[in-house]
């Protein structure tokens, strides 16, 4: 990358040195006899290309560019006519490009660029302006850190060419094949796919099949023909005689791209003449279809049009399908039919597919038709169904007997329907249908339109499982006679009651909107502020009251699916939450815009709703009145028995270090010695804890404030631990060794030995001094210990 780099930095250099000299002679040329002055310069920066033609355009001014040509023609102030017209390098955007006059009397021409990036030179045919300087004052080159790296540096030229539209016409001619990269050498967008290209290259390259790739911006022919342009779409394009050129989409995976290259590497339909080659392609694919046809008195098979919809569906199916084709019966299937071979499974025959599907709808049945009736769902299948889309059934079976029934299904749907058989990991896409996990029985079973959240679905609902009312169902679902199923709460239990939230769901949603005179706050349940907004609206509720025919609802649209005819505007992946104010009368509801906070909510209430206002001063006004004067009351016996705790607290604190005060102090840490103090309140009895053995405490810790951040006694559950198997900070694992049974002491232990200069968020700050009041209850071998498990 460096030396291509400096490559392209030793051009551009000769590039400006040259353009220097140019700009010198022509300067020079302006003084002597029969001299002509420059009339154009020209400045660029990564979007724009700037020409400053030195014209007199006083009337009569057009402009009138195409892609790949400058045209401005004028008159000036004195009647002359003026044209500039030159053909230039690359394509420009014509309607985003226009000239404006500038205070020295010149025509500033502004040209948007189509590919945003540095030009190498402005005009295609340099000897068509031979007097074109650089404008250095508006000039803004290319910082030489951005030139992208190119991916066939260093690679053999033999391995892959440089071509071009000509030679691979050429190759064609010669009954080759021919892999090629069109694009413009600055795109980037694509890099990660080059790499597997060349991979390709060594595996399949030989005298009969190429690889090439076509500089764009030379061969203007190619990047017309085929598209080409620095987008998101990274294909490369094959070509072979008679045939139009197919676009293979690239891979990161080297070995993914091959497979899919060496599909390419024969025609997308192979003409054979017995059954013995059938068999042979056959034993090298999972999926080969057989079409059998017959010309006319006047024409071949080749030239109907069941065999150009074949061949079209050929292409679109490379890699799934491979396509053979014969103008006789063959493997004992009459002419005209087309006959899928499938490995492992019996023949299909799709005669009637054949007559009357046009090219895409033969492609989706032959792929559909060539997979197994009941396959298991894995991710790769979304893949596929965004290529052929079909509607899926999705099937849960908990024994062999419903699985069979689904089995029987899929072959009287075949072709119709991709089945897919899902497992408890799948259980996640239940709550789509709008079931919870917990309430799956024997058997559940629904339709999808696709695999996206907002992708129709439809349930079965039926207590019994039987191919004959399934396949009603699914008849009818396909037809639009099934209600959709979607994500959704169950409906709450309990009934209403006025003056609080009532929780909507989406089995619900649409109902209860439709009657009108309620306001819906949709949120996610993990939304930021979300507790917040909840409890404001619980007061907006409580303010409401008992007014008739009004009520404040909640939705979680985390949990319940959001129908746009309800609530409109709202995008699934929203956040914030949003406030719906529905009327009723057939109307959808309607977004309030203001923020979501309680006062506001209030005021669009009360304008929204006539009977919110018209109870306002009788009603509303009082509750709210009432509900402050509760909260100023809460808020004050809040800070009363904040205050009565605090003087507990200090007037235990104090206790504490008056009766410390009188308790020898005994330096016991290991590494250093007044890490750990340790004041005995209580003497134990017998042997002391040894390394390895269960020991059972009662402590509580807290700060040198006296702010407690733990407890043992206050849970009423003591607390075990191993000892010398580091479950507990090392000031305890010191300190506890010490201890008998019995026997409870305080425990002052430095940041070193505790939760040093990290401290333990939020209860615990960094560099904290602890102080543990801990009594030994029990101890004894392994095995035997209770509690928290980890200190």
Known sequence: QDRWRGVELIRRITMTRMLLFTAAV?????FVPGGQCDTIKWAQDRKHLFVTVSFDCSKNKKFTPSELKFDLECTSAKGKKQTMSFGLREHIVPAASSCKTTKDGEELCTLEKKFPHFFDRLVENPDEL?????????????????IPED?????NASLVLNLNTANITQAMKEGKVVFADVSFPWCSTCSFAKRPFIAAAKKLSS????FGRVDAREDKAAAAAHNVSCDQRCDFLVFRQDEEPERVEGEANEKDFLKKLKAYQTAPVTHVGSDQEVDAVAAKHKVTALVLLKGGMMSKATASKEYKTVREAARLTRGKVRWLFADKSLKSFGVPSLNLLVKGQEAVVMSHELKDSNASALAQSAVVMSLPLMDDYAWEKRKLHEEFPLPIGMAWAKSEKEEAVFKALAKELRGKLMMLKMGSNDNFMLKDFGVEDKDVGDFTFGIAKGFEPTADRFLYEGTEL???????FVTDALAGNVPLAHKTEKIPAEEWTAGTVRHLVSKNARDLTSKGGIMVVLYKAWGTGVGGMLAGLEKVAHALGDIPDVAVAKYDMSKNFVDPAVFPGIDEYEMDPAAFFCLGEGKPCERFKGPITQKDLLKALAKTFPKVKASWEDKVKPRLKAAADAAKAEKERVLREAEEKKAQLEAEVKEMEEKLATVEKLEIGTEKKDNVIKQILKEGDGDYPGVGEDVKVHYTGTLLDGTKFDSSRDRDTPFGFNLGSFQVIKCWEEGVATMKKGERAVFTCQPEVAYGARGAPPKIPPNAVLRFDVELLDFGPAGGGGGKTEL
């Open 466 to 472: 039987d191919q004959a009312s399934v396949s009603k």
């Open 26 to 30: 022509a300067l020079l040329l302006c």
């Open 151 to 155: 991916p066939y540096d260093g690679v």
């Open 130 to 146: 031979k007097h074109l300087k650089q404008d250095w004052f508006r000039w803004n080159d290319e910082d030489e850190n951005h």
């Open 207 to 210: 005298e009969t099949v190429l």
